[in-house]
């Protein structure tokens, strides 16, 4: 069984920086996509970034420049740095497996995750 744990969430001032990590067990981070997601008002998920099994790696245009997702192989782990924040990125962000093709934020926003974490709470304050 897949388990995926959120770390390093918390509060953060507008234009500073927070490093997101998430544990994984019961799989490892090179057997399928795997993706930031975070919430977004009414409930509904929106893709953050995925690490494809390649190590390639896509990104929500909000986000680009400004985050970077990586994995560690080793360590069974991934990351989401997350620098010059904005008050629209304070939400909860879940750490996320993304089993079908294709991998990407596109993808995981329109057609789903499998398996997500508790999510870590990122709260931003101007």
């Known amino acids: 069984q897949v388990h995926l744990a959120e770390s390093g969430g918390g509060p953060v001032q507008a234009g500073g920086s927070l490093r997101l990590s998430c544990a994984v067990s019961g799989t490892t981070v090179d057997s399928y996509c795997m993706a930031w997601v975070r919430q977004i008002p009414m409930g509904g998920l929106d893709g953050v970034a995925t690490i494809d099994t390649d190590g390639s790696i896509d990104y929500a245009w909000a986000v680009r420049g400004r985050f970077t997702a990586y994995k560690d192989s080793k360590k069974n782990m991934i990351y989401l740095e997350m620098e010059r924040v904005k008050p629209d990125d304070g939400t909860t962000y879940y750490c996320?497996?993304?089993?079908?093709?294709?991998?990407?934020?596109?993808?995981?926003?329109?057609?789903?995750?499998?398996?997500w974490g508790k999510g870590a709470l990122v709260t931003i304050s101007s």
């Open positions: 996320a497996t993304r089993h079908r093709r294709p991998c990407s934020v596109e993808a995981a926003t329109l057609y789903g995750i499998n398996d």
